[in-house]
């Protein structure tokens, strides 16, 4: 008896530590509120706006020529392959570390050329200071290469940033990283399915 006991603790701590490895942050994201405005240009306070709601969060910028289309995609990518029933508990959430540029008119014109379902999607684009609080606090970087105008006068430049994808938990802590422009889209829809059945 006293060696099955032994036995059955080593495999709870086995389990215990797995679950450790798989989720390794626990990141409480609902101290502090932001105001930003969404792709409808309606005021909305982030992470109120995930309340009760696993979500898929990413930092982009529209003028970005690889990474962040790369990263939306595969958002969409695990969007199109939830059940359905999952899909009911999930947010997708973008904010733009650009609102220079990247206007709620400029947000919903991207979605929509991508044909991102906007009922389910939330683009948000907010003042430097809100934007920069909700960098932080997700560990993102983003510095502006060097600008310049184009023929027309238009400011021109892009942005070396931080290539991430995030998954916050319905109780509002940050939970796991992912690289968001080469994620493994069966790992995403497994660790959000872990959430939904926990």
Not at 51 to 58: G, S
């Amino acid at each position: 008896m006293r060696k099955f006991l032994i036995f059955l603790i080593g495999i709870l701590g086995l389990t215990s530590h797995s679950c450790y490895e798989h989720f390794p942050l626990k990141q409480d994201i609902k101290r502090t509120q932001n105001k930003f405005l969404n792709q409808d240009s309606i005021q909305v306070s982030f992470p109120e706006i995930i309340k009760d709601k696993i979500t898929l969060f990413a930092m982009i910028y529209t003028h970005c020529p690889d990474i962040c289309p790369m990263t939306t995609h595969n958002m969409q990518l695990v969007y199109e392959k939830l059940r359905d029933e999952v899909r009911e508990n999930v947010k997708f959430v973008v904010i733009s570390f650009d609102p220079e540029r990247d206007t709620p008119s400029v947000l919903k014109d991207y979605a929509q050329v991508r044909g991102y379902d906007l009922a389910k999607w939330i683009y948000l684009s907010g003042s430097e200071t809100d934007t920069r609080e909700v960098m932080l606090k997700f560990g993102i970087k983003a510095v502006k290469t060097d600008s310049s105008y184009d023929s027309s006068g238009n400011l021109s430049y892009y942005i070396t940033h931080t290539d991430r994808l995030t998954l916050i938990d319905q109780e509002g802590y940050i939970r796991k990283n992912y690289t968001g422009s080469v994620i493994n889209v069966e790992e995403v829809i497994e660790d959000i399915n872990y959430f939904l059945l926990d």
